[in-house]
Each structure stands twice: as C-alpha cells, then as structure tokens.
Nanobody, 115 residues
Framework: QVQVVESGGGLVQPGGSARLSCVVS????????MGWYRRGPGKARELVGV???????NLADSVKDRFTISRDNVKNTVDLQMNNLTPEDTAVYYC?????????WGQGTQVTVSS
C-alpha cells in the first residue's frame, strides 16, 4: 500500500507565498518522477511541475518564474514553493509519484488566493 499525502495550502492573499509538501510512504519501489498538478475551478487538471530523481525540474510556463519544486530522495518528499500568487493559482493541488510499480496520487490540497 502506497500513501501520498499533501500538506500546506489554505487561504493566501494575492502576491503572497505558500509552500506545499508531499510525502510518499508505504510499500514503494524506486520513485522515479515526482510532481505537482492542479485543478482550478471549472478547469481540467494541469501540470504544475515535475522533478526527476536527479533533481532535473520542469515547470509549466505559467508558473516557472514564480514557483520552485524540490525533492528529498531519502525522505521521499517533494515540495512546491509558490511565490507571487494570483487568483488564477486558486486550485486543488495534487501530488503525484511515479514508481517502478505504478503511479500514485494524493487526495489534493486546496490553495485559495483571495483578498
């Protein structure tokens, strides 16, 4: 059994920052890619960013100048630092982990950017 658990998020004012964290635990084989996706109100789920085991990261064009993604391969965690947030960043953020035995998703954490 694999668990993917996100934390962080909540209500943030425009221009503010937030940090999301995700930990993967359980009967996991090697974790390959870890990443974050989001689904805004009335929108499809979209990629925010992914990071490989070597630390090579790719972020969506809409966030690459404001967000950073990092991971700890020992702790099996991936973090998303979000700066200069706008209302368009309001979404449920999902953590994903691709392992040798399959892909896994967290339940999501809500980020609301509003004054």
């Amino acid at each position: 059994q694999v668990q993917v658990v996100e934390s962080g998020g909540g209500l943030v004012q425009p221009g503010g920052s937030a940090r999301l964290s995700c930990v993967v635990s359980g009967s996991i084989s090697s974790i390959l890619t870890m990443g974050w996706y989001r689904r805004g109100p009335g929108k499809a789920r979209e990629l925010v960013g992914v990071i490989s085991t070597s630390g090579s990261a790719n972020l969506a064009d809409s966030v690459k100048d404001r967000f950073t993604i990092s991971r700890d391969n020992v702790k099996n965690t991936v973090d998303l630092q979000m700066n200069n947030l706008t209302p368009e960043d309001t979404a449920v953020y999902y953590c994903s982990a691709i392992t040798l035995s399959g892909g896994y998703w967290g339940q999501g954490t809500q980020v609301t950017v509003s004054s």
